[in-house]
């Protein structure tokens, strides 16, 4: 089904979100792009890159270069500035982009 045809289920609290591309995670997910079935994902740290690789390795997900769908990029990027206008003149900051946490392992695998 594609994403236009369900923005009238859409919750409330999405409308006004100003944190829509999870920027301070190890990894983010998204429901956009040409694809319909790949969710796009963005990993943002070594930890992230790291869980990524082994559930590549395990066979757990199938990937797809981002670069195969630069709208979505695009998009992301676009939705991504919408949503951080969002926030709040009453919040007390806007979250800045926070520098990497040291490397922490991932658990071992079994």
Do not use: Q
């Not at 089904?1 to 979100?17: F, I, M, Q, S």
């Not at 829509?20 to 995670?25: I, L």
């Not at 806007?94 to 695998?109: N, S, V």
Request: one cysteine or more.
């Amino acid at each position: 089904v594609p994403l236009k045809e369900c923005h009238a289920w859409t919750r409330e609290g999405c409308n006004h979100c100003p944190y829509f591309a999870a920027e301070h995670t190890d990894i983010s997910t998204g429901g956009i792009g040409k694809f319909n079935d790949y969710t796009l994902t963005v990993v943002r740290t070594e930890l992230g890159r790291e869980v990524m690789t082994r559930m590549i390795k395990a066979g757990l997900v199938e990937v797809k270069p981002a670069e195969e769908d630069p709208a979505a990029i695009t998009l992301m990027n676009k939705l991504s500035r919408v949503s951080r206008n969002r926030w709040p003149d009453t919040a007390i900051g806007f979250p800045k982009r926070m520098p990497p946490p040291k490397k922490k392992k991932a658990a071992p695998t079994t």
